[in-house]
């Protein structure tokens, strides 16, 4: 039993480090409706930008920090500017589109940056002073391995949650936000400016990227595998639902725990190995169950 | 109700205003004012024009010619964002309110152009955020009350009745405590007792806000009851313009109505 416990715990835990990748993608559906191909490659972006601020120029964690943000906040408005604007009206289908296009253009950019900085492509190591051991207090009281990294992963994204919700249902900017996204031109109507909604958006969904890059920088080095953390998002999505910031969050739990206790239960019996493709197996059934996700709207077309 | 013409200073002006959808005319050449603190009603058959005047007034659609005067400025073309910011508020004929949203956040939606909070002091939640979201949420408390909405003021606006939807939807313009409110059938598809209310709040706002008022509206007995006067479109054209009493007997109002014999 106590095994059974470390298992869901570890699990559960990694499952956050997949709701802070999702987070970002559900903010941008949120305010536009808009599924964001390219926050895998801003994840990437965002963190090596900080690697590279951080070993190059010997930044300290906060100004890098802060720098990087900065960078993303331009790319934000840079994005909404050059590949939204033009295409106010068109079909969602042309904005997913062009968000293809864009992480392509982002993950070259990221590229780019890693040869010149430091002219190989190797992982880069990123460190936040958490190492991934055990929490020796959880091991001498109850023998249980739980790693001191994914605890603080999880203290930040709690953090992270915390702080959206609080931006998007208390603020001004926030009831903004939610506005346009229900409706453009009723928005319009009670002057809120969409371009500049759609900057603060993608702005906010750059951060997002860039606590979700340092985290998984942090655990998996900074490479262009980061990218590829994006498809782990889908299945998280698809359970919680796209429009939901805790379904991110719940979606990622059970994600996370459902694919290590797979591994370790089921595994055996298929020869192992399941832990990669578990959650998407989840994520189909879960379509056949409840398409809208655990939390998301339930769309009802009038016929 | 009120006959005489109301000599006010003209608040609204649109001069000679044309517009066309490619090959079809929806407004040709179409001028009249709006005077300050009157209801001026628009009315017009199917397809005359109205909704796309109010469009124009309030910058969703550019009208290839002519000129809208509001408060001494004249400008060609404005976007809706703006014209909101120069204190015009509008209601939709199929309502257009944020569904997700409950009653309260959607009338808070109103406020926006009035809070003064930077971005940065909304992110972490300080100093005059705080302060403003309380000023202005007693504001949106009145207006809620003003409206006789209290018993929903937390209901997601998605689930609410049609009539109250309405209510909702003047509530949030009401917010913007605008000069010049746009309303585009308020009361359409209401029944008798909510278009009784309807025509109680248009006429309150009116009266105790001072709000002047530019309305659709199809049904004739409430356009005769509460306008001061009426422009009168038909196939994208003015046709008459004056009070309700002088409009009615206006031959070319009674043929665009009822058809002409031939």
């Known amino acids: 039993m106590q095994f059974f416990f470390e298992v869901l715990i570890g699990?559960?835990?990694?499952?956050?480090?997949?709701?802070?990748?999702?987070?970002?993608?559900?903010?941008?559906?949120?305010?536009?409706?808009?599924?964001?191909?390219?926050?895998?490659?801003?994840?990437?972006?965002?963190?090596?930008?900080?690697?590279?601020?951080?070993?190059?120029?010997?930044?300290?964690?906060?100004?890098?920090?802060?720098?990087t943000l900065v960078v993303m906040v331009l790319v934000g408005i840079l994005t909404e500017r050059v590949v939204l604007r033009p295409l106010v009206n068109q079909p969602q289908i042309s904005l997913f589109m062009a968000t293809i296009g864009l992480a392509f253009f982002v993950e070259g950019a990221a590229q780019l940056v890693q040869l010149w900085a430091f002219r190989d492509i190797s992982p880069r190591p990123l460190a936040l002073g958490f190492q991934d051991a055990p929490i020796d207090w959880l091991l001498a009281r109850f023998n249980m391995l739980v790693?001191?990294?994914?605890?603080?992963?999880?203290?930040?994204?709690?953090?992270?949650?915390?702080?959206?919700?609080?931006?998007?249902?208390?603020?001004?900017?926030?009831?903004?936000?939610?506005?346009?996204?229900?409706?453009?031109?009723?928005?319009?109507?009670?002057?809120?400016?969409?371009?500049?909604?759609?900057?603060?958006?993608?702005?906010?969904?750059?951060?997002?990227?860039?606590?979700?890059?340092?985290?998984?920088?942090a655990r998996s080095g900074v490479q262009f595998a980061l990218t590829l953390v994006a498809l782990k998002a889908l299945p998280v999505l698809i359970l919680g639902g796209f429009e939901s910031i805790a379904g991110a969050i719940v979606g990622g739990l059970i994600i996370g725990a459902a694919e290590k206790l797979a591994e370790v239960y089921l595994g055996p019996y298929v020869g192992g190995g399941i832990e990669g493709w578990f959650a998407y197996v989840l994520a189909l059934l879960f379509l056949l169950v409840r398409p809208e996700g655990l939390f998301g709207e339930k769309h009802i077309d009038r016929v | 109700m009120s006959a005489q013409p109301p000599d006010g200073e003209v608040l609204l002006a649109v001069d000679n205003i044309s517009l066309s959808f490619g090959g079809v005319k929806a407004l040709a050449d179409v001028s009249f004012d709006v005077r300050r603190g009157e209801i001026r009603a628009i009315i017009g058959p199917n397809g005359a024009g109205k909704s796309s005047m109010l469009n124009v007034i309030n910058g969703v659609y550019h009208p290839q010619q002519g000129t809208v005067r509001f408060r001494g400025e004249t400008r060609r073309r404005v976007d809706p964002h703006r014209a909101a910011a120069n204190g015009i508020a509008r209601t939709f004929q199929n309502i257009a309110l944020f569904k997700g949203m409950s009653v309260l956040d959607n009338i808070m939606t109103g406020r926006n152009l009035k809070m003064r909070a930077t971005l940065f002091e909304q992110a972490i939640y300080v100093g005059r955020n705080r302060r403003e979201e309380l000023v202005h949420r007693e504001k949106v408390e009145q207006i809620i009350d003003f409206l006789q909405i209290e018993h929903i003021r937390k209901t997601p606006v998605g689930r609410l009745p049609y009539g109250l939807q309405k209510r909702v939807e003047l509530a949030r313009a009401l917010a913007a405590e605008p000069a010049l409110l746009l309303l585009d059938e308020p009361m359409a598809g209401m029944n008798v007792e909510e278009k009784q209310d309807m025509c109680r709040f248009v006429l309150d706002v009116n009266e105790e806000f001072g709000t002047t008022i530019v309305l659709i509206e199809h049904d004739m007995g409430v356009v005769m009851d509460i306008s001061e006067r009426v422009v009168v479109l038909d196939y994208g054209r003015k046709i008459a313009d004056g009070s309700p009493q002088e409009v009615r007997a206006n031959p070319a109002v009674i043929d665009a109505y009822l058809g002409v014999a031939h």
């Open chain 1, 11 to 67: 699990g559960l835990l990694a499952g956050v480090m997949y709701s802070l990748v999702a987070l970002g993608f559900v903010l941008i559906f949120k305010a536009s409706g808009v599924f964001n191909f390219a926050q895998g490659a801003m994840v990437f972006f965002a963190a090596l930008v900080f690697v590279t601020l951080q070993e190059k120029l010997a930044a300290p964690f906060w100004l890098a920090f802060a720098l």
């Open chain 1, 147 to 217: 790693s001191r990294f994914d605890a603080f992963a999880a203290l930040v994204a709690g953090a992270l949650v915390a702080a959206l919700a609080l931006f998007f249902n208390k603020t001004r900017v926030g009831r903004a936000l939610r506005a346009v996204a229900d409706d453009h031109q009723a928005a319009l109507s009670v002057g809120i400016p969409l371009k500049y909604i759609w900057a603060i958006v993608w702005s906010v969904a750059g951060f997002v990227a860039l606590v979700a890059g340092l985290m998984w920088g």
